[in-house]
């Protein structure tokens, strides 16, 4: 069994900063890309920035240069780092992990999500 557990989201003003970390646990072998998502009340869940195991990066238009993934391998463990927060990104942000569990089989994972509230 594999887990994925989401924190650090909360309320903040705009313009301030946020960092969330997810941590994944339980029957892992190998974990290759990790990733947060976002998604609002009746809408699709949308990419916001991913990481490879090799550390490359790819993130959505809307959030380049603001956000900033990373990730500690030896920890199984991804970072956001949100900055310059807009009222806009107040959305429930979810962890995602592309592994490899110990049985050898591969799985996407997602965390419950963690709400990120921006105030104007």
């Known amino acids: 069994q594999v887990q994925l557990v989401e924190s650090g989201g909360g309320l903040v003003q705009a313009g301030g900063s946020l960092r969330l970390s997810c941590d994944a646990s339980g029957s892992i072998f190998s974990i290759n890309a990790m990733g947060w998502y976002r998604q609002a009340p009746g809408k699709q869940r949308e990419l916001v920035a991913a990481i490879t195991s090799g550390g490359s990066t790819n993130y959505a238009d809307s959030v380049t240069g603001r956000f900033t993934i990373s990730r500690d391998n030896a920890k199984n463990t991804v970072y956001l780092q949100m900055n310059r927060l807009k009222p806009e990104d107040k959305e429930v942000y979810y962890c995602?992990?592309?592994?490899?569990?110990?049985?050898?089989?591969?799985?996407?994972?997602w965390g419950k999500g963690t709400l990120v509230t921006v105030s104007s």
């Open positions: 995602n992990a592309d592994l490899v569990t110990s049985g050898y089989s591969y799985r996407i994972y």
